[in-house]
């Protein structure tokens, strides 16, 4: 399996939750705190930005913004 790396893009199903977190929130252990939710209504191919240091989430490209998602819902192509 490839490594996910920064600049490649990635699939993501349909149904998958995409999260933007406050401002003040620091993304490591606890994820407290998020703003904003977007349900995917068809499976994506998004750009992959980062990873949090924990490696639960990656940080992706979706419409212009960015945005969370769970690493386990995501896939490399």
Do not use: H
């Not at 939750?17 to 499976?43: C, H, W």
């Not at 639960?56 to 490399?76: A, C, L, P, Q």
Request: no cysteine; charged share 30%; proline share 4%.
């Amino acid at each position: 399996m490839m490594t996910m790396r920064k600049g490649n893009l990635v699939y993501v199903p349909s149904k998958v939750e995409l999260y933007k977190f406050n401002e003040s929130v620091d993304i490591g252990p606890s994820y407290a705190g998020f703003k904003q939710v977007e349900i995917l209504e068809k499976p994506m191919n998004l750009l992959l930005l980062e990873t949090t240091s924990d490696n639960k989430f990656v940080k992706v490209w979706y419409e212009g913004e960015e945005w969370f998602v769970d690493k386990r819902d995501v896939r490399n192509l």
